[in-house]
């Protein structure tokens, strides 16, 4: 008898949890489920996005250091003076064979020695 009197009382205690008084008592903890969920599916998307905007810019930077060293190596390789002489050659310039003259202005004043 006994066991059956627990699962009546069992019963009843479920009923009594699931009246209308209980449950709208019960409504400001659902809600607060309910934001707690909003917030943790809405933190997961930030964090996607956040994560694909990172690898977004780690791809950009990848391709401007590539661009900057094959720009840096054009640059290097163009600055030999053996690649200046091929280049300037079709202007009619030349390669100085003698050291260079400097000039003095006469007229204007020798600084005191």
């Known amino acids: 008898m006994s066991t059956e009197k627990a699962q ?15 449950i709208v008592q019960q409504v400001p903890y659902f809600l ?8 943790y599916i809405y933190n997961g998307h930030q964090a996607d996005k956040t994560i694909r905007a990172i690898n977004r810019t780690e791809r950009e930077v990848k391709e401007l250091n590539y661009e900057y060293k094959t720009v840096k190596g054009e ?3 163009r600055s030999k003076q053996s690649e200046l002489i ?16 400097v000039l003095v202005d006469s007229s204007a004043p020798q600084p005191a020695q």
């Not at 607060?32 to 917030?39: E, H």
């Not at 030349?94 to 003259?101: D, H, S």
């Open 8 to 22: 009546v009382e069992n019963k009843q205690d479920w009923k009594r949890w699931l009246n209308y008084q209980s």
């Open 86 to 101: 091929k280049a300037v050659e079709p202007l009619g310039l030349k390669e100085l064979i003698v050291a260079p003259i």
């Open 32 to 39: 607060f489920l309910a934001f707690l969920a909003v917030c």
């Open 75 to 77: 640059l290097i390789a």
